[in-house]
C-alpha cells in the first residue's frame, strides 16, 4: 500500500510540474504576441511623392539643378533619359488609362467566339511578367503536346509582331 501511496503522490507532482510548465509556457506566448506586434506608422508617402516631384521636377523646381545632382549624382536630363528609358511593359501597365478600364470594369464590349465559346471581352496576349489577369493570355511555360507547341509558337509570334509594331522589341 506504501508503494500505491508513493506512486500516487508522485504522480500528483508530476501534474502539479506539468501544469506550472503549461502556465509558464503560455505567460511566454503571451509575451511573444506582444513583443510581435507593430505600430503602423502612416508616413504619407502619396504627399511626400509629389512634393519631391514638384521640389525637383515641376515647371519651376525649388531647388536648382545643382542640389539635384548633388543629391542623385547625376544632372536632371541624364535622370530623366533614364526614367524615361524604363517604360517597360510592367512601366506601362501601371500607367495605362486602358488597364485603369480593366481594373474598374469597363473595358469595351467586344463579342467573340472560340470553339463555341462566347466572350464579350478583349483579351491581350501577354508573356511571363503581367499579372494574373483573366484579361492576360500567357502562353504555355511548357508545351506538353504539339497542339500546344503550335499554339504557343503562334501566340509568341503574334506578341512579338505587337511588340515590333509599337517599337517595343
Do not use: C
Request: charged share 35%.
Amino acid at each position: 500500500m506504501s508503494d500505491s501511496s508513493f506512486s500516487d503522490s508522485s504522480d500528483l507532482d508530476d501534474i502539479a510540474e506539468y501544469e506550472m510548465i503549461m502556465e509558464i509556457n503560455n505567460e511566454d506566448q503571451d509575451e511573444v504576441e506582444v513583443v510581435r506586434m507593430r505600430r503602423y506608422i502612416n508616413r504619407e508617402r502619396d504627399v511626400a511623392e509629389e512634393r519631391l516631384m514638384a521640389d525637383y521636377f515641376g515647371p519651376h523646381p525649388k531647388y536648382p539643378a545643382e542640389y539635384f545632382r548633388r543629391r542623385y549624382r547625376m544632372n536632371r536630363e541624364l535622370f530623366l533619359e533614364i526614367v524615361q528609358g524604363a517604360n517597360n511593359d510592367i512601366t506601362v501597365l501601371h500607367h495605362s488609362p486602358l488597364f485603369d478600364d480593366l481594373l474598374a470594369d469597363n473595358e469595351p464590349v467586344a463579342p467573340y467566339v472560340v470553339n463555341g465559346q462566347p466572350f464579350d471581352k478583349g483579351y491581350y496576349l501577354a508573356d511571363g511578367i503581367y499579372p494574373q489577369w483573366s484579361t492576360f493570355v500567357k502562353s504555355f511555360t511548357v508545351a506538353r503536346d504539339e497542339k500546344n507547341v503550335v499554339f504557343k509558337r503562334r501566340q509568341e509570334s503574334a506578341r512579338k509582331d505587337v511588340e515590333r509594331a509599337f517599337g517595343v522589341l
